[in-house]
Each structure stands twice: as structure tokens, then as C-alpha cells.
Antibody, heavy 118, light 106 residues
Framework: EVQLVESGGDLVRPGRSLRLSCAAF????????IHWVRQAPGKGLEWVSG????????GYADSVRGRFTISRDSAENSVYLQMNSLRVDDTALYYC???????????WGQGTLVSVSS | EIVMTQSPATLSVSPGERVTLSCRAS??????LAWYQHKPGQAPRLLIS???TRATGVPARFSGSGSGTEFTLTISSLQSEDFAVYYC????????FGQGTKLEIK
């Protein structure tokens, strides 16, 4: 079965760090770009970051650039989101999503919850 | 960063009605525009890509149109399962979503 599984969400203090993982199953991971999308409580979807299939290109939303770093490991079939200097407004459900080569997201995980609070 | 703006924020409609949702981009995205449906507790679902191409399994009552900076999603006859939040997304320059339009039952 084609699926993405996120993990690593937690409750952390402002200013701390967290690393999220997105594991891919059931498809050739090395052929697809992967993205992170978040949804804060009561808010809409926000694209956070993306990485191409070969890690040649990465992108970030203005709200996280300089604090978050995306990477991938083909041996682990996983994409990671290193989140530093976390802020209260980073609190959200974080999804990873597969880019279907046309630019749209055809497979989504169920999300992992990040809560930033003092 | 391309800013996507959706209107209205909320739409109260009855089953069977025809609805049109709007999405505007801050600069041209050509037809690099997608629509997603999102229900509580579920992952978002891709409905439309390339501004007007339905994804696999999406009913024909969903249709998309537009190009450049103005786009619409039309649902020809609302079914009970269509009440959800709808997002547009551009993929011309990385990605960005609109803030969503919530369809609620009148």
C-alpha cells in the first residue's frame, strides 16, 4: 500500500528544536519530491517546505526559512524536517505529502502534532 | 512568495445547489493550480490539477476553470459528502495554499 507515515511530533518549549520524520512505503521513494504542509489549530493549510527527488533543490515558506531544514535519506526512504528556534505559532499538525511530478500532492500522511508552549 | 486568496471564507448552501468557489493569485501561475478537499480528521484529497483536470476517481460534478491569476472550482450539484473545506494551491513557484473556503450546510 502506498503511504506516508509521519513521526516525531511533541510538546516543546519555545526556542527549542525538534526533528520530524516522514517514512515512505509502497512506492519508489527515490523518484518523488516530498513536501511538508502544516495546519495550525483552527487555521488552513500552509505549505512549509519541499525537497526534490535528488535533493538538488529545496524550498521554504518565508515563515520558516532560516529556522527549518528539510533533508532526505534514500537508504531510509525518509524525509526529515529539522525545526530549530521553535515559536508558539509553529504549533500545528504537520503533514508530509508526495509530489506527483506534476506539482500536486497525491499522497498524504495522517500528520504528526507539534505543540510549542511554555 | 505567491499569495493565494480564496473567497468567500464560508459558504452556506443546501444539498443539490450549484456552488462556485473563487481563488486569486498575486501573480500569474499560468494553469499551475490545484484544488483540494479537506474533511476533519482526514488527510486532504486532490481534486483538480492543471486548473481543470480532475484527479482519478473525482466525480464529474467537480470542475475547475481559469488561468493566470483567476480560478474557480464549481460543484454542479452538492452532495452531502461534499461539505468540507476547499483549498486552492499554486505550484508555479514552489507551493502555497489559499486560506480555504468552508462549505457548510444551510
Amino acid at each position: 500500500e502506498v503511504q506516508l507515515v509521519e513521526s516525531g511530533g511533541d510538546l516543546v518549549r519555545p526556542g527549542r528544536s525538534l526533528r520530524l520524520s516522514c517514512a515512505a512505503f509502497g512506492f519508489n521513494f527515490n523518484k518523488y519530491a516530498i513536501h511538508w504542509v502544516r495546519q495550525a489549530p483552527g487555521k488552513g493549510l500552509e505549505w512549509v517546505s519541499g525537497i526534490t527527488w535528488n535533493s538538488a533543490s529545496v524550498g521554504y515558506a518565508d515563515s520558516v526559512r532560516g529556522r527549518f531544514t528539510i533533508s532526505r535519506d534514500s537508504a531510509e526512504n525518509s524525509v526529515y524536517l529539522q525545526m530549530n528556534s521553535l515559536r508558539v505559532d509553529d504549533t500545528a499538525l504537520y503533514y508530509c505529502a508526495r509530489d506527483n511530478d506534476f506539482g500536486t500532492f497525491d499522497v498524504w500522511g495522517q500528520g504528526t502534532l507539534v505543540s510549542v508552549s511554555s | 512568495e505567491i499569495v493565494m486568496t480564496q473567497s468567500p471564507a464560508t459558504l452556506s448552501v443546501s444539498p443539490g445547489e450549484r456552488v462556485t468557489l473563487s481563488c486569486r493569485a498575486s501573480q500569474s501561475v499560468v494553469t499551475n493550480l490545484a484544488w483540494y478537499q479537506h474533511k476533519p480528521g482526514q488527510a486532504p484529497r486532490l481534486l483538480i490539477s492543471g486548473a481543470f483536470t480532475r484527479a482519478t476517481g473525482v466525480p464529474a460534478r467537480f470542475s475547475g476553470s481559469g488561468s493566470g491569476t483567476e480560478f474557480t472550482l464549481t460543484i454542479s450539484s452538492l452532495q452531502s459528502e461534499d461539505f468540507a473545506v476547499y483549498y486552492c494551491q499554486q505550484y508555479r513557484n514552489w507551493r502555497s495554499f489559499g486560506q480555504g473556503t468552508k462549505l457548510e450546510i444551510k
